[in-house]
């Protein structure tokens, strides 16, 4: 072995020896096979379904991050105080009542599946 490679695999050995001394490097060689196994289950179907998932997410977050700062902006730049008129008048565009629905309609169906989800199924709300 070469002088360099002892040097390193020293430098190595003593990043190493407190997670020898307390049993962590058990932690992390678990988690490396638990990966390792998780990656092996993983077929196509799920990796497509999980990036789909996380496509979808990030899409979400992008739109309603950037409508709240088109919105910020124009309201900095707007010197008029806001009004009940003003308020009226947006609420009777169509984009703000599409997404005024979009937003009822998103907690409409949370509110539906968690009643069904503490209701036992023969029980029926009034």
């Known amino acids: 072995m070469e002088n360099t490679q002892t040097e390193a695999l020293a430098a ?3 990043k190493l020896s407190p997670l020898l001394a307390s049993g962590l490097l058990n932690n992390v060689v678990d ?15 799920l990796v497509e379904k999980l990036a789909a998932v996380f496509e979808d997410l990030t899409s979400a977050g992008w739109e309603g991050g950037t409508a709240l700062k088109m919105a910020y902006s124009e309201l900095q730049q707007n010197e008029q105080p806001a009004t009940l008129r003003g308020l009226y008048a947006l609420l009777r565009q169509p984009e703000t009542l599409l997404g005024l629905m979009l937003v ?3 907690l409409n169906i949370i509110g539906g599946r968690m009643r069904a989800a503490s209701l036992p199924a023969d029980v029926t709300p009034e």
């Open 31 to 45: 988690a490396l096979s638990l990966t390792s196994d998780l990656i092996d289950m993983a077929d196509s179907a």
């Open 104 to 106: 009822l309609r998103t």
């Open 12 to 14: 190595l050995m003593e």
